[in-house]
């Protein structure tokens, strides 16, 4: 992946097809500490088509907005050279725009749900919305639904069928290497823990029940499918110890594609890892790595035990091209395997080129 630290601003949205093309949201703001409603953030996309050996600015769709409002737009890539661009409000007549040709041009949208589709097209990305009471803000909702967000026009359409796994269901938005889609909630009877997978693109579910020890309701489970296992983090409130932001109740691991699994690591109130930056890292023959707040840790016997590794703390996320490690503001790494990192820049300032 070609690094461009020159880009304009930094980057807050960042995003890849399979192609390896992508996109990039910046936004370079100006403020004066004296007179900050004078300020002004000015928001541009740069994209990387197929094969490119550089990133290019094309005309964002997002308007100056004054510095005090904060930057919050949203990218959705949609495969080669298409992606959505939202603004920030979480409501379903927030603005969008949709574009299929890299940038070059751009269509008006919103976020309202139009009808449903029976499967999760290749390129769309796995979302939700408020299905009760209809088009409720986040916090005011009662029940979620999953949504397909198209490839082909970039509107959401809500998905036919649906794992049943509560109230709020939290898909991963991108399905994983071997085309696996993931859905994190709680399990009806129980009310613990639950995950299910699809391998026919959404048209069926299978559920499974994680081993969970945790009396609480928690906040998600973080999956991750490696070569030879998946991994789910239980993520939620811990008890006792020090208190953390993003903590990690338990790891599970399958070695059956979920069909079982097994709590290889239950977290306590003070041996780390305590916490997770988004996904875990697996690698071969056991390995798997968690990137927590404070520090990274990382294991060879599938995750019964941690040693502290020297890298720090990174947020991990799902791309088609694989695993995005995003490190200190503009470094970012990729990888397909959990062991190898392709390293780049994207809009690094003067201080950092």
Known sequence: ??????????????????????????????????APESGFCRQHVAVRDVGAEEWVLRRSPLPEIPATEGVSANLLVLGPGRALVEEGSAGPGGRTWFTRDGGRSWRAGDRRTVGTVPE???????????AAPAGALPDACERERLVVVS?????????????????????????????SWWVSGTDPLSGRPAVAVSRDGGRSWTVGRLPSTATGPGRYTAVAVGQDAVYAAEMGE?????????????????????????????????????TLMGLPVPGPGGRVEITGELSGYGSVDGGRTFTELKDGTHYVRRTPLGLLREGSRCRYALTADGVRWSEFRLACGEEES
């Open 151 to 179: 490839p082909q026009d970039g509107r959401r359409r809500a998905l036919a069928r649906v794992p049943l796994l509560g109230a709020h269901p939290r898909p991963a938005e991108q399905p994983e290497p071997e085309g």
């Open 1 to 34: 992946m070609p690094s461009a630290p020159g880009l304009p601003g930094w980057a807050h949205g960042l995003g890849f097809a399979r192609d390896g093309s992508g996109f990039a949201l910046l936004a370079a703001c100006v403020s004066d500490p004296a």
């Open 120 to 130: 999760i097209p290749a390129g769309a990305v796995l979302t939700t919305d408020c």
């Open 238 to 274: 811990l008890t006792g110890g020090a208190p953390v932001k993003n903590g990690m109740r338990a790891l599970h691991r399958s070695s059956d594609g979920g069909r079982s699994w097994h709590r290889m690591w239950t977290t306590g109130p003070v041996e780390e890892p305590r």
